[in-house]
């Protein structure tokens, strides 16, 4: 219903600006986390999801109605946090400090699965299960988001939930 | 704890995680960002200055119309797909050309107009890895930017060439990123259309002649940017207008160890009876060769090798 609903915005982005409010309510928590997850910063984690917002704005003629804008969404926020550290570790400007893993999560509840995924999974890994597990995508968009075959998506996504099974045995 | 119970707290503890909505600034941003674009297009001008500004501008667009000025930028990338970008002031891309039928494959689908400059290369660079064009064993990767600004095209060279290498380092893969700059030229315009490659390949080829003259365009088109990499590394060739950042993969290539057994073996020579033995990496016929010359107490032979599939190409002995 929300994926209809989002391509529909989407689609109507293209003629009218004002649109981009709603999907930016749809949407904007989503990418803050998974935007979270790979940078491990609240404050640098939200400015790049207010630049995920904007590109989407700016190349939403790109967009090719196929039922799959939340998956477009994330490719751009994805696009837009890689760049955004690589031009950070180029420049060396240090603008972000990554938080502790259990900074970025106070006032909120225990993160204890959170915590554990950041610890033990590495970063393909982690990505690989929010987008999965907490965004709801198919193992096919990821594999196109991430540019990974299918097989290793499945593979990752596998070992990735067996390492923290095994963790909490331990 | 199962997989269900550990993917449904995982999804519990993360739909709690929320952010303070910068909606309102997102929509301040944008139409800021609507209005400096109307602007760029429509400076406000007086009206006393608007009918000198017309006759102005209507000379500008019949002097542009038969001069063709070059007020965009190309950025083009060779691997063996050959893309060429057209782009403006703003670093967004205008056009895209694809030179030959791999640049047709890399793009696949995607339409780059109209999209910043950075995201195009990251589209592009990703795209050859994914159809496997760039690999560990084909490292080399051309860019050139043609302009007429020194400046201007000098540093976008510098920040492409940058993007490339990040890119490909992003894929855990080191990249040996050859740069180039230079102004419009109708000559290497026409010899791209004739051999159906990028502009900044003809200039990479040109340059190397210049210094090497023994070599013929015709003989150079046809290799790899690699192997012109590779042969302008064996050479030690330095130029003023190319930057190489990176070094070149070898992997693809024979060692000289594996030549030397397979001409001994050819000849039947041991490494015992060799009086003299010398090999250097040349060209011919479109392929990179080892040209190997040796003696034992009889004979002196010549080899030609091809240096990635072992052929031996041609051979001479002389008793």
Redesign the interface.
């Known amino acids: 219903m929300l994926e209809k609903k989002l391509e529909n915005l989407v689609v109507e982005l293209k003629e009218n600006q004002d649109v981009l409010a709603q999907i930016y309510d749809c949407m904007y928590d989503e990418v803050y986390r998974y935007i979270y997850s790979i940078v491990h910063n609240k404050e640098y984690a939200q400015d790049l999801t207010h630049d995920t917002f904007i590109q989407v704005y700016r190349n939403v003629h790109l967009y090719k109605p196929k039922g799959n804008a939340k998956a477009w969404i994330i490719t751009i926020s994805r696009n837009v946090t890689y760049m955004s550290l690589r031009k950070l570790s180029r420049e060396q400007v240090v603008d972000y400090e990554i938080d502790g893993v259990d900074e970025g999560m106070n006032g909120i509840h225990d993160k204890m699965m959170i915590k554990r995924m950041m610890k033990i999974l590495c970063q393909d890994e982690s990505e690989i299960i929010i987008l999965h597990v907490v965004e709801g995508l198919k193992f096919k968009e990821i594999a196109q988001i991430m540019d990974l075959k299918l097989s290793t998506v499945l593979n990752k996504y596998h070992r990735s939930l067996k390492k923290l099974r095994k963790s909490l045995e331990e | 704890?199962?997989?269900k119970e550990?993917?449904n707290?995982?999804?519990k503890?993360?739909?709690?995680?929320?952010?303070?909505?910068?909606?309102e600034?997102?929509?301040r941003?944008?139409e800021y960002?609507?209005q400096l674009e109307v602007q760029q297009i429509k400076r406000k001008i007086p009206r006393k200055y608007q009918i000198s500004f017309l006759a102005l501008a209507c000379t500008l667009i019949f002097a542009f119309m038969i001069s063709k000025p070059q007020n965009v930028y190309s950025v083009s990338f060779e691997v063996n797909p050959s893309i060429e970008l057209k782009i403006n002031h703003q670093r967004r891309v205008e056009d895209v050309i694809c030179h030959n039928d791999d640049a047709l494959l890399v793009l696949d689908?995607m339409?780059l107009k109209?999209?910043?400059l950075?995201?195009a290369v990251?589209a592009i660079i990703?795209s050859m890895f994914?159809y496997g064009y760039i690999t560990e064993a084909k490292n080399s990767v051309l860019v050139s930017v043609q302009g007429s600004d020194k400046e201007a095209r000098e540093a976008l060279k510098q920040d492409v060439a940058?993007?490339v290498k990040?890119?490909l380092s992003?894929y855990s893969l080191k990249a040996s990123v050859v740069s180039q700059d230079y102004k419009f030229s109708k000559e290497r315009e026409e010899l791209a259309e004739k051999y159906g490659i990028s502009v900044g390949k003809v200039t990479l080829i040109k340059k190397l002649i210049n210094v090497s003259p023994d070599y013929e365009f015709a003989d150079l088109v046809d290799l790899s940017i690699n192997d012109l990499n590779t042969l302008i590394h064996y050479k030690n060739i330095q130029f003023k207008t190319i930057t190489i950042d990176g070094v070149e993969s070898h992997s693809g290539y024979l060692s000289d160890e594996e030549v030397r057994t397979k001409v001994l073996n050819h000849a039947q020579v041991t490494l015992n009876d060799l009086k003299s033995y010398e090999d250097e990496l040349d060209v011919k016929n479109n392929q990179l060769v080892y040209n190997v010359n040796f003696m034992d107490a009889y004979a002196s032979y010549n080899y030609q090798v091809n240096a990635i599939s072992g052929e031996i190409v041609s051979f001479d002995v002389k008793m």
């Open positions: 704890m199962k997989n550990i993917k707290q995982l999804k503890e993360f739909q709690d995680i929320h952010m303070p909505s910068r909606k600034q997102l929509m941003d944008i960002i609507d689908e339409d109209n999209t910043d950075d995201v990251n990703g994914k940058t993007d990040d890119i992003g």
